[in-house]
């Protein structure tokens, strides 16, 4: 939505943020309106009620301002800027990688596993190919299509640091070939449905054949391949493979063979005529270089002009500068009524005393009363007379 040079890009449609904030405003103006009530008690003191209203007003007019704000960042306004052009590849990337249990050989830079190597060479053609659909192959004593064709890279860079090894002890041998049935299957279905799409294959493995059969062909794939590479990883000298297990972890020791550490060499003859078969390149891969990467081709790249709404300087963060400002004075509104509230003594409770203290209290309080000359007598009769009746009796 656009409106004098202001491009507007709401979170919810407009109508439906009006009613939502229409009822909340209404109720803030009315109390800005009406002001606090005052009671009969503190009519005499005008000048305190006047401040008292000012001051009530301001806080709404304040929290009135604080929801204009939210209504504006929610309506996300900004200004248009220039076209710009993106890089867009039309094209589809099959990506696969070797995964039997040499793939973590540690001769990899600083003796990390090979499989390092491929996640950083794999990086670095998501970021080569901005645009592009990859699909994920993997390789060992089967092939398996562990990710479809999809533009969603943080699914495929996910799936690659997950990505362990087979079984050690599952393992029977495997072909460097036996994905190359797959990978043609993937290229003619991706051919099929999107025919004015490019393909392009990258392999990276270390080239070992541990069957005795040769590896099998990938030249059914060439047809389908305008550009791609084949990545070697390992050295000469070989590297030590751990044994994996079926846990998380599965680092077990190191893969053992007429008791010493079993080493796994990189076979570059067989990874040049696998590239020859694909028609693409062949490079040894080593972690001090990056990786040349091809151009993509040059039919399927295209430069995509961002359109008005697409190319935009927002302002909404203006804002919520504004919301943060106004959050910040309410809360130390908050925290002083909290001070003042903790400043604010409890009432003494009343003192009260057992019932044989208050007795004793007032026997000593009470003073006799004077008796009259005519009460002795009469005390002192009763006392002669008693004493007579005990002498009698």
């Known amino acids: 939505m656009i409106s004098q040079g202001l491009i507007f890009q709401p979170v ?21 309106v009406r002001g606090p009530s005052t009671s ?114 943080t699914a495929l860079m996910g799936s690659l640091e997950v990505l362990r090894p087979e079984v050690t002890s599952q393992s029977r041998g495997s072909s460097i070939g036996i994905a190359a049935p797959l990978l043609a299957e993937t290229l003619e279905s991706a051919a099929e449905s999107s025919p004015d799409r490019s393909r392009m294959v990258f392999y990276f493995g270390d080239g070992e054949q541990t069957v005795q059969t040769p590896p099998e062909p990938f030249t059914s794939s060439a047809k389908y391949t305008d550009a791609g590479g084949v990545f070697g990883y390992g050295t000469t000298e070989g590297g030590p493979m751990r044994i994996t297990g079926g846990g998380v972890g599965g680092e077990e020791g190191y893969i053992e063979y007429e008791g010493a550490d079993a080493l796994s060499v990189i076979d570059e003859q067989n990874l040049e005529a696998l590239a020859e078969q694909l028609g693409v390149e062949y490079q040894h891969r080593t972690a001090d270089a990056a990786p040349a990467l091809p151009d993509a081709p040059s039919t399927t790249t295209s430069y995509a002009e961002s359109g008005e709404a697409g190319n935009v300087t927002e302002l909404y963060w203006i804002a919520a500068l504004v919301i943060v400002a106004l959050l910040g004075v309410e809360l130390f509104r908050a925290a002083l009524l909290i001070a003042r509230l903790r400043q604010l003594r409890a009432p003494r409770a009343p003192v009260v005393a057992s019932p044989v203290v208050e007795r004793g209290a007032q026997r000593r309080d009470e003073t006799p009363e004077p008796t009259s000359n005519a009460a002795r007598d009469v005390s002192s009769r009763s006392a002669r007379s008693t004493t007579g009746d005990g002498g009698a009796s």
């Open 40 to 153: 009969s008690g503190t009519q005499g003191t005008n000048s305190g009620t006047a401040q008292s209203k000012a001051t009530t007003r301001a806080l709404w007019a304040l929290r009135l301002l604080l929801l204009l704000a939210c209504f504006v960042m929610l309506l996300r306004p900004g200004i248009p800027g220039g076209a710009t052009q993106t890089l867009a590849t039309d094209t589809d990337v099959v990506l696969v990688v070797d995964t039997t249990a040499s793939i973590v050989a540690e001769d990899w830079a600083d003796g990390q596993p090979r499989l390092d190597g491929v996640r950083e060479d794999v990086r670095a053609i998501v970021e080569e190919y901005p645009g592009a659909r990859f699909a994920l192959i993997t390789s060992d004593a089967a092939a398996e299509l562990r990710m479809p064709l999809t533009t969603d890279t």
């Open 12 to 32: 919810l449609h407009p109508l439906l943020l009006v009613l939502l904030f229409a009822p909340v405003l209404g109720i803030t103006v009315w109390m800005i």
